[in-house]
């Protein structure tokens, strides 16, 4: 039975915009901001937090558009916390359609945030165009004509987006460019979240596969997909140190990322064993927000 009534289509819209997502964007967000004020940049509070406010709708029109895309998947998926999707269409009944529609309307209101920022001097080009290019292969991801999810490259898209776009957005919004050492920064994070797409895939596999989606978790046999997570755990923390080791970033943040290492390990022992996530998804989540702290800090004390 389809629900119509104003607060389930509220409530759907809000639920499919995924807000805990959205949430731990903005740490990401501020993860990159704060890397910048760290290495010399001056921080804005207000302009800071107004291109975050730009960049929402674009996160939600990505969301809706993975929402809408997979309707038929999630219809499928016994849901986790952190896989199968929001749930929303399957609970109230509202068709697929209605979050297409929600899709386009969020577009156009993320194109107009970014364009007035951009006008308005709140968004240098340099972060307009990395929001914008976050706005086009978010969608792409999930809809044609490039359907980087159903195509194998779900995976690497997401991690590049998630793990090296945002926090470089948050670092361009403070400094109006992205340095290669700034780069290197972001990349033992951007690694655990591609062992974290592993595991999340890996709950949806049996409806991925039903419908076709070609997730790395579908393609893949367990054994070759437990080598890929421990080769990227170690991949991620290696880098960690090495950057402290060069010197690019302080050994406080080294210590601070090695919090998240049980849990990784953790995430290890139970991947393709169990269905849940959990572990490699609190290691990704520790890793930044401990690293957010300490670049907090590293801020203040600079300043």
Do not use: C
């Not at 805990?20 to 890397?35: C, D, H, N, P």
């Not at 929303?88 to 386009?104: K, N, Q, S």
């Not at 953790?266 to 957010?292: H, L, N």
Request: net charge positive.
């Amino acid at each position: 039975m389809i629900r119509t009534d104003p607060l389930t289509i509220v409530r759907a819209l809000f639920d499919a915009s995924r807000p805990e997502q959205v949430a731990l964007m903005a740490l990401v967000y501020a993860f990159g901001g704060l890397v910048a004020v760290s290495v010399g940049g001056t921080l804005s509070p207000a302009t800071f937090a107004l291109s975050f406010v730009a960049f929402v709708p674009t996160a939600v029109t990505v969301h809706y558009a993975n929402e809408y895309d997979d309707y038929e998947t999630d219809s499928r998926a016994n849901r986790t916390p952190f896989s199968g999707g929001s749930g929303a269409l399957v609970r109230t009944g509202l068709p697929p359609l209605f979050l297409r529609r929600a899709m386009l309307l969020s577009s156009i209101v993320g194109v107009l945030a970014a364009v007035v920022a951009l006008g308005a001097h709140v968004l240098p080009l340099s972060a307009f165009l990395i929001l914008l290019t976050i706005g086009i292969v978010g969608v792409q991801y999930s809809l044609p004509p490039l359907e980087l999810v159903w195509n194998g490259y779900g995976e690497a898209t997401n991690t590049i987006l998630g793990g090296v776009l945002l926090p470089a957005y948050g670092f361009t919004v403070v400094t109006e460019s992205v340095p290669v050492t700034a780069t290197l920064v972001f990349v033992p994070f951007a690694v655990l979240v591609f062992a974290n797409l592993l595991t999340t895939h890996w709950a949806d596999r049996k409806p991925d596969a039903s419908v076709g989606k070609e997730t790395l978790a579908v393609r893949w046999d367990s054994h070759r997909l437990r080598r890929a997570y421990w080769l990227s755990v170690f991949a991620a923390y290696a880098t960690l140190v090495l950057l402290g080791v060069g010197g690019i970033v302080p050994w406080v943040v080294v210590g601070a990322g090695l919090f998240a290492v049980p849990l990784s390990v953790w995430g290890g022992v139970r991947y393709t064993r169990v269905r849940s996530p959990f572990p490699a998804v609190a290691a990704m989540v520790v890793f930044v927000a401990a690293q957010t702290v300490v670049w907090l800090w590293l801020s203040l004390a600079r300043t």
